[in-house]
């Protein structure tokens, strides 16, 4: 079994000095096999911003933790407009990672993370056809038995998150993204950028867009809200490829907690809800426990 901490949205520059710390001491108690952090570290991709976002990083990695991260489209320059199309991501590479495919893989799972931020959108990303080609070449390669997983800051799939019916914007290229996800046997896909919680079986949004677990994390650290949902990030237990835990750990004003946990098996051809005491939760976009 594999243990994975599922963050996302820590926005340096717009965060809770407080709620960072929670979040350290949390990992460190719990020490996961895999931390992974789905983009926008900062929130204007400043020098201070990312310093600060490398220094809690590093923190992490002195405590033994393993991490896989990516940039969000909050990590390209908004104002600076030479730094912004001439090296968008230069910041990022210097102070969080070169790699902007990061992998990790054990016994029991594969994770493959892919940047969809670029410049010539504000909030939006896209996939692009190299790294259509690389998805698919790099889990080709992973043995059948173990889990593939598949990290983005901008979701592959538009979903109903939060209330009302309309849906969540999908990641440019999503038609090929989600076709190349299928192709490659992808079980899970991680992302954020919404700063809302949801998960969902893709098969069960529509038929055509394969097997993969989608699932939606919070925002872990950052001031910035959305409808109330508080800070928080997933906690998964991949036990095997057709049979994964979930929690949300939500912040309650003082200190993390642990949502109720919600079982997912994978059967037919799609993932079901084994214990349905966090589903409504998962349904309409609010964090487990809440």
């Keep these: ?145 173990k889990t593939r997983i598949l990290v983005t800051h901008h979701p592959l799939f538009a979903m109903p998150i939060g209330k009302g019916s309309e849906l969540s914007e999908a990641v440019g290229g999503h038609e090929n993204a989600v076709s190349a996800a299928r192709e490659a046997g992808v079980h899970i896909a991680l992302a954020g950028h919404f700063h809302r919680t949801y998960a969902e079986s893709a098969s069960s949004m529509a038929e055509n867009l394969g097997a993969s677990l989608v699932i939606q994390a919070g925002t872990a650290t950052s001031t910035r809200l959305r409808n109330d949902e508080p800070q928080s990030f997933n906690w998964l237990h991949v036990e095997r490829r057709d049979r994964i835990s979930l929690q949300v750990i939500a912040w309650n004003g003082t200190s993390f907690s642990d949502g109720a946990e919600t079982l997912f098996t994978f059967k037919g051809n799609r993932w079901k809800v084994e214990d349905i005491s966090g589903a409504h939760q998962f349904e309409t976009g609010q964090p487990l426990g809440a």
Excluded: C
Aim: charged fraction near 25%; glycine fraction near 6%.
């Design 1 to 145: 079994m594999t243990r994975i901490a599922h963050l996302s949205d820590i926005h340096f520059g717009a965060h809770n000095p407080k709620i960072v710390s929670a979040t350290e001491a949390w990992l460190e108690k719990r020490r996961p096999d895999l931390v992974v952090i789905s983009g926008d570290l900062t929130q204007r991709a400043r020098v201070s911003q990312f310093r600060e976002a490398s220094g809690y990083l590093n923190r992490l990695r002195h405590a033994g933790l393993k991490l896989l991260a990516i940039p969000g489209n909050h990590d390209i320059p908004l104002y600076d407009i030479i730094r912004r199309f001439g090296a968008p991501l230069d910041r990022y590479k210097r102070f969080v990672s070169n790699d902007l495919v990061p992998w990790f893989e054990d016994d029991d799972v594969a994770v493959l993370g892919i940047n969809t931020a670029r410049s010539l959108t504000i909030k939006g990303g896209r996939i692009n056809q190299e790294q259509l080609a690389l998805i698919r070449e790099r889990f080709r390669l992973v043995p059948e038995q």
